[in-house]
């Protein structure tokens, strides 16, 4: 529970910060993970998502995510309407907190490094070192599918089609 709650607890943490670059981060790391529990994407697409072509704000509190399948390891397309919740993190995170993180430097990139993409051992560092404040647990960014996994067949028992839909698996 603390785990599914962590999204949540990190923008309210972030409200309370006052240096822009951190608050910035703080709401970036709660994207990050609040992607992770809604759409268990692998890192390589998570870190690569480019507003515009996979990030597509549609009207009001309504953002799709888009993937394609040449893009995934496997072949396949992802192609999501995002839960409502999720959707306005992405609206504040993209107005208000990517032009502090961009530093005057505009990108298509939702997740900015220096020189691109935020590059994966630094952005899986930011994620689990937020798991394990947070939740006690030691959880990876890939740990996050299996996660879903667990969640939706305790939730339906037997569900194995959904389980593979969900993680976007061909078997």
């Known amino acids: 529970n603390d785990?599914?709650?962590a999204p949540r607890t990190l923008c309210a943490?972030?409200?309370?910060?006052?240096?822009?670059?951190?608050?910035?981060?703080?709401v970036q790391?709660?994207?990050?993970?609040?992607?992770?529990?809604?759409?268990p994407i692998r890192l390589q697409n998570l870190s690569h998502l480019e507003l515009g072509k996979h990030i597509i704000r549609m009207r009001k509190c309504v953002v799709r995510l888009v993937i394609e399948g040449k893009e995934t390891k496997n072949g396949q397309?992802?192609?999501?309407?995002?839960?409502?919740e999720l959707s306005r993190l992405i609206e504040?995170?993209?107005?208000?907190?990517?032009?502090?993180l961009q530093r005057g430097k505009p990108s298509v990139w939702m997740f900015p490094g220096y020189k691109g993409a935020k590059t994966h051992p630094p952005f899986r560092k930011q994620i689990m070192s937020a798991v394990k404040r947070l939740a006690g647990a030691t959880l990876?960014?890939?740990?996050?599918?299996?996660l879903a996994a667990k969640l939706i067949l305790d939730e339906e028992p037997g569900a194995y089609g959904k389980v593979r839909l969900v993680l976007g698996h061909t078997s």
Request: aromatic content about 6%; charged content about 25%; glycine content about 0%.
């Open 29 to 39: 790391t709660a994207l990050a993970m609040e992607l992770l529990l809604n759409v």
């Open 3 to 5: 785990l599914l709650m």
């Open 77 to 84: 397309p992802y192609d999501a309407i995002l839960m409502p």
């Open 140 to 146: 990876n960014p890939h740990s996050f599918r299996h």
């Open 92 to 100: 504040e995170y993209v107005d208000h907190q990517l032009p502090v």
């Open 13 to 26: 943490e972030a409200k309370k910060i006052e240096a822009p670059c951190k608050r910035a981060l703080r």
